[in-house]
Structures are given as structure tokens and as C-alpha cells.
């Protein structure tokens, strides 16, 4: 039995001084009913709680520990750049060097502006496209997230659809109002919201691979569907690449997929663990910021020296040329990601479990649910009780997963044959632990 009782204490406490004990509510485990273990530290693909449990790590901060923690060219970058001073609120060669190696693989962006977070970039990228066409409607996918800017928290995923509320109080109505939400995967709904109201829409923001109901691929065709209609109508698309970008494919999404957006989002993994965010794409859209243009956006941090090392110590590592006869970087995630899922779908196949497995490179996750999975609906429809079984015997057994359905995995560099085949026999444990609840 798992000893979380240094974590417990350590909740109790937190939830005295903080909302929920957290600083950002799917921590709380509230819908798996287990606390959560406070991280000591975390090194490579393990993170160890305070308890001194050990885990293997398919969390990675949600996204952005693609080279796994505390990697030693990050570490030791890290440590110069600190002595240099952390914050100077004024230009650096830094934030040149990360932009021109976020470009090298995203030909799409030709001009770049830096942020702290997603949620900045999408809230950004959406005043930029208003901005640029002088429109004001928005579309959105249900069941997308794309932080919490208040356009875009109506029918939001991610923590939103894992509390069950469609939309947060404090949103005003005419807030509400401009934002359209269609379902994804579905290119009836998106023609007809394009073909009624088209020309009254400034952008059209989409998840490219999903990541906030699970991990939700497009079908066949459905970019490109979009792609179109936008361009029919002077529409900005933007891809929100936070969560897929470098991970669907080096290139992201659009690179996957071959579907060039006017703006990308991207986020995470650009940090390497520290706060960074972006936005950027088309030159003379990109130009109407401030200040070369009139669209106002700034950040006090923003751009900020420690953040930039970070990013830039990442990309190095996962753009770096291979060595002969070797995968590149994504594509060796992309294997070890497919080698993970296999397992477990062969564990859930003996254990007697239907599940689905998706995979976008080195994002995956599973549904409980005998259906396939295209959207929101569909996510919501998977057996939650199931997935509350499996994650508990999953933590029992030192694998750290996201504790939500909801929620995407994702595979880092750091993790060695031996911990994938370890995790795939925890997952038989796990799902024998569903089959006889
Ligand atoms: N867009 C997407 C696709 C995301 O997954 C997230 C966060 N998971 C965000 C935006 C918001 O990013 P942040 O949490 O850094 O604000």
C-alpha cells in the first residue's frame, strides 16, 4: 500500500492557504478521490513525492519535460544563465537564438512573439486576429482548451470538463456571446457556422491533435476542411500547437497533418520546464503587434533570460541531427510511444478490457469505452469509475499518470526500455484491477 501520509499532511495544509490546495485545480485529484503526492524532485523519468515514493513519469509537467527532468544541458545552462541575473525586462540574444530554432521547424511562423504562458499566447493570437480583420466572432471546438482567458473558458476541456462545468461564472455573457463552439472532428458543423456566418468571424481556433479531452487525433481530411473554409472567408486559423507542437510530429501538427495555419500557439516544451509560451505565424498579420503595429500586447517577463535557456537547451537536444543509422529525436519518442500502447493493449486484451488507445507521436492516452472516440461526447461517454480503478493501481504500483481521463500522457527521451516494459506490466495488474471491480 502506497504511504502517502507526508503528502496528506502536506494537502491538508495547502488546502488552508491555497483554493482546492492548489495552484491549478486538476492537481487535486478531486476526481479520482485520492490526494495527491507532493513532489520532492524529479530526475529523468522518475519524480519522487515527499513520502519518498519513486515513480515513473508520464505527466512531464504536462507536456513540456519532452528530454525528461532536470536534464544536465539544461541543468548546467541553467546554473550559468542564473549567475548572469534572472530578470532584465530589456532585449537579449536569447530570445533571437530560441525564435530562430522555434522557426527552423515551424516555416509557418515567420515572425515570433514570446509569452509566460498558454493561456497569454491563445488570448494573444485571438486579439491579434480580431484586431487584424476588425471582426469579433470566434470560433472553438468543444471539448478544446486553450487556457483560461475568458473568450475562450465556453465549453472548455481539460480541468473545466473534468469538474463537469461547461463554462466558469465570472465570463460575462457578451464575453460568451462572440465565442461559437462547434463539435470537433464533425465538418458538417464547421461548414455550417462558415457558410452562415463566415464573414463575421475573425478566427477559427482549433487544437490540431487534441489533447484536453484525452488525446483526440483529427479524422482524415478535417484540417484541411477547415483550412479551406477559413481561407474562403478571410478567417485567421490558428492551430493552438501548446500541447501538440514538437510532440504530433517535431514540426507539430502542421507539419503531421501538411496544413499550414496563419497563427500557431505553442507553449510547454519551448519553456523546458519554465514558463514560455509563444505565438506567431504570417508576416504581415504578426506586424500588426505591438509595436510595429497597433495591437497591444506586452509582458514584464516575458521573454525572460532563465525561460529562454531553458527553451533553447530543449530545442538543441530534440532538433539535434541524428546520429547515422539512429531515429531522430521525435521519431524515437514516436517508437517508444507505440511500443508503450501496444502493451497495454494487449494487457487490456487479456484482462478482458475494451479499450481505446490513441496516438499522435509521443501524446497517447486511453479511453475506457467499447466506442471509438472523435470527440467531447464521445470522451464523456468513457467509463470513468474504470479509469478511476486503473489510475489508483497504476499509482500503487509507481507509475505516474494524469489523474483524469481527460488528460493526455506524454513519452520523454528519459525513458528507458526497461521502465516501458515495467509500466506494461503494471498495466496488466491495473487492468485485472478494472475487470474484477
Ligand atoms: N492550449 C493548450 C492546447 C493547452 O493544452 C494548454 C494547457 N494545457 C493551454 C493552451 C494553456 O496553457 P497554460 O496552462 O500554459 O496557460
Redesign the pocket.
Known amino acids: 500500500m502506497l504511504n502517502l501520509e507526508k503528502s496528506l499532511a502536506a494537502f491538508n495544509e495547502a488546502k488552508t492557504l491555497m483554493p482546492g490546495g492548489v495552484n ?1 485545480p486538476v492537481r487535486s485529484y478531486a476526481n479520482v478521490d485520492c490526494n495527491p503526492p507532493f513532489i520532492a524532485k524529479a530526475k529523468g523519468d522518475r519524480i519522487f513525492d515527499i513520502d519518498g515514493n519513486e515513480y515513473i513519469d508520464y505527466v512531464g509537467s ?2 513540456p519535460m519532452v528530454v525528461g527532468h532536470a536534464h544536465p544541458n539544461v541543468v548546467k545552462a541553467l546554473q550559468e544563465a542564473v549567475t548572469r541575473g534572472t530578470s532584465y525586462g530589456a532585449p537579449t540574444l536569447l530570445e533571437s537564438e530560441l525564435a530562430k530554432l522555434v522557426m527552423k521547424v515551424y516555416p509557418s511562423i515567420e515572425v515570433i512573439r514570446m509569452v ?7 488570448m494573444s493570437a485571438l486579439r491579434l486576429a480580431r484586431g487584424y480583420t476588425g471582426r469579433d466572432k470566434i470560433v472553438k471546438f468543444i471539448g ?5 482567458s475568458d473568450s475562450l473558458l465556453v465549453n472548455a476541456g ?1 480541468g473545466m470538463a473534468t469538474f463537469g462545468v461547461p463554462s466558469s461564472p465570472g465570463v460575462t455573457k457578451g464575453t460568451a456571446a462572440d465565442t461559437i463552439s462547434v463539435p470537433y472532428n464533425d465538418v458538417e458543423a464547421i461548414t455550417k457556422v462558415m457558410d452562415e456566418m463566415g464573414d463575421e468571424i475573425a478566427a477559427v481556433i482549433i ?1 490540431p491533435v487534441a ?2 479531452m484525452g488525446c483526440v487525433p483529427p479524422k482524415q481530411g478535417y484540417l484541411r476542411k477547415i483550412r479551406e473554409l477559413t481561407q474562403a472567408h478571410g478567417t485567421i486559423l490558428i492551430f ?5 507542437g514538437f510532440r504530433a510530429s517535431l514540426g507539430g501538427a502542421q507539419a503531421a497533418y501538411g496544413i499550414t495555419p496563419d497563427l500557431t ?1 505553442l ?2 516544451i519551448i519553456g523546458g520546464g519554465l ?1 514560455v ?1 509563444a505565438y506567431g505565424g504570417r508576416r504581415d498579420i504578426m506586424m500588426k503587434v505591438s509595436p510595429a503595429g497597433p495591437v497591444y500586447q506586452a509582458g514584464t517577463l516575458s521573454g525572460n533570460p532563465l525561460a529562454m535557456t531553458a527553451g533553447i537547451e530543449t530545442l538543441k537536444l530534440i532538433t539535434a541531427e541524428p546520429e547515422p543509422g539512429e531515429a531522430d529525436y521525435s521519431r524515437m519518442l514516436t517508437l517508444k510511444t507505440k511500443k508503450l500502447l501496444l502493451g497495454w493493449l494487449e494487457k487490456a486484451k487479456e484482462a478482458g478490457v475494451t479499450i481505446q488507445a490513441h496516438q499522435a507521436g509521443s501524446m497517447f492516452g486511453i479511453f475506457f469505452n467499447e466506442h471509438e472516440v472523435y470527440n467531447y461526447d464521445d470522451s464523456c461517454a468513457s467509463d470513468q469509475e474504470a479509469f478511476k480503478v486503473w489510475f489508483k493501481s497504476m499509482l500503487e504500483q509507481g507509475i505516474y499518470l494524469a489523474p483524469s481521463q481527460f488528460e ?1 500522457l506524454f513519452m520523454s527521451g528519459a525513458h528507458s526500455d526497461e521502465d516501458i516494459d515495467r509500466t506494461i506490466e503494471a498495466a496488466g495488474k491495473a487492468f485485472k484491477a478494472v475487470a474484477e471491480s
Open positions: 491549478s504536462w507536456g509566460n504562458s498558454g493561456t497569454e499566447a491563445t478544446c482548451y486553450h487556457g483560461h481539460s487544437e489533447g484536453n493552438d500547437e501548446v500541447m501538440c500557439c507553449g510547454k514558463p509560451a493526455t
